[in-house]
T-cell receptor, first 112, second 113 residues
Framework: EAQVTQNPRYLITVTGKKLTVTCSQNMNHEYMSWYRQDPGLGLRQIYYSMNVEVTDKGDVPEGYKVSRKEKRNFPLILESPSPNQTSLYFC???????????FGPGTRLTVT | GEDVEQSLFLSVREGDSSVINCTYT??????LYWYKQEPGAGLQLLTY?????DMKQDQRLTVLLNKKDKHLSLRIADTQTGDSAIYFCAESHGSSNTGKLIFGQGTTLQVKP
């Protein structure tokens, strides 16, 4: 089944403790992206990747890192999480940038 | 700048038609999308329309695009309780080629039996 998977689905952590949210797609898509969803703000793009080893900032990249060492994986790294990064995070992928984007199920992160 | 606006809430009775509206500011938008988000789930693409189209129909869904007014609407015919969800309007930019989607705040559709 074609899908985008994210892990973990739920995470509660403390300020400053490094964490990684994994994202994997099995559709051989070149384009992958991370969004965060906050009430009243819709979804905002954090980082995106056009292909392996090609990543760039979205609208809200501060406090986040990404890597794209393999085509299928696009992990989101929070080196020192802060409470304002409490949010619902979505990974998405598409064959090419303007093609239909497939979304993962989301990761709900709480930073205390 | 880029901005997409939606009303936050819509309540309809089962069997009625629902119309969810969206306005956007960027006239260079290439594609406009409607996504559905059910509780606890990710976003599911419902339909999309190219900016050179005025209307697209797909079963119970009708998308209307008014480029002059930068207004997009999604009509759901014969709305069912299973249509209760948050609906997001989004636009993408062909010129920027970043693949970034600009989302509205989402409209919560409540369908009463």
């Amino acid at each position: 089944e074609a899908q985008v998977t994210q892990n973990p689905r739920y995470l509660i952590t403390v300020t400053g403790k490094k964490l990684t949210v994994t994202c994997s797609q099995n559709m051989n898509h070149e384009y992958m992206s991370w969004y965060r969803q906050d009430p009243g703000l819709g979804l905002r793009q954090i980082y995106y990747s056009m292909n392996v080893e090609v990543t760039d900032k979205g609208d809200v990249p501060e406090g986040y890192k990404v890597s794209r060492k393999e085509k299928r994986n696009f992990p989101l790294i929070l080196e020192s999480p802060s409470p304002n990064q409490t949010s619902l995070y979505f990974c998405a992928s598409s064959l090419y940038p303007l093609y239909e984007q497939y979304f993962g199920p989301g990761t709900r992160l709480t930073v205390t | 700048g880029e901005d997409v606006e939606q009303s936050l809430f819509l309540s309809v009775r089962e069997g009625d038609s629902s119309v969810i509206n969206c306005t956007y500011t960027d006239s260079s938008s290439t594609y406009l999308y409607w996504y559905k988000q059910e509780p606890g789930a990710g976003l599911q693409l419902l339909t999309y329309i190219f900016s050179n189209m005025d209307m697209k129909q797909d079963q119970r869904l009708t998308v209307l695009l008014n480029k002059k007014d930068k207004h997009l609407s999604l009509r759901i015919a014969d709305t069912q309780t299973g249509d209760s969800a948050i609906y997001f309007c989004a636009e993408s930019h062909g010129s920027s080629n970043t693949g970034k989607l600009i989302f509205g705040q989402g409209t919560t559709l409540q369908v009463k039996p």
